[in-house]
């Protein structure tokens, strides 16, 4: 796995260049869901030295730091997608973060969702989708429709996403948590 800082370096890039404690705000947000805390409460976790306690840095990957990264990925993916979708006036689409595409209103087909998962594979994987190996594009699309489905059930659970929004959601996070997004 590369250094803490390259993954520290991508998530500031990926919330919009912002500085760290900009990403701090963002990444909990006001609506107080608790994704993310505090850099401190994960410094530690993500390898960096806690200059409190010195203790020696960490070097190898561990579980925790895997569960702070996963948190932080979680939070990008919210909030980029309440920053480039919900906001209550429209993100011009240069200037969105993670989700730089039209979501139709309609429900999608597979030639439909291809594009727009192209956008969010080279933002996460730095490539296009159609050099990935074969059936990826088919597996997120899956993924998306049965997250759509199931947030559009009469008696689903009470979601801050619609359906729609809820299936971008997912393949967010299934990039965000990618090996290649992990290892290159």
């Given at each position: ?20 404690a ?6 909990r947000?006001?609506d ?23 203790p ?5 990957t ?16 919210d ?25 139709p ?38 993924l ?37 997004f992990?290892?290159?």
């Amino acid at each position: 796995m590369p250094p803490a800082e390259a993954y520290v370096r991508t998530y500031l890039q990926l919330f919009g260049g912002l500085a760290p404690a900009e990403v701090q705000a963002r990444a909990r947000g006001a609506d107080g869901a608790a994704l993310f805390d505090a850099w401190e409460d994960y410094l530690a976790a993500l390898g960096f030295p806690d200059h409190r306690l010195d203790p020696p840095r960490g070097t190898q990957t561990n579980s925790l730091m895997m569960a702070a990264f996963e948190r932080l990925g979680i939070a990008l993916c919210d909030r980029a997608l309440k920053h480039d979708l919900k906001s209550k006036k429209p993100v011009r689409l240069g200037d969105r973060l993670i989700f730089a595409f039209d979501v139709p209103a309609g429900r999608l087909d597979a030639a439909a969702f291809a594009p727009r998962f192209d956008v969010l594979h080279r933002t996460f994987l730095s490539y296009p989708a159609r050099l990935a190996p074969g059936g990826r594009a088919a597996a997120f699309f899956a993924l998306y429709e049965a997250t759509v489905a199931r947030h559009a059930v009469p008696g689903a659970a009470a979601s801050r996403f619609t359906p729609s929004e809820a299936g971008w959601a997912a393949v967010c996070y299934g990039l965000v948590r990618h090996p290649e997004f992990h290892l290159y």
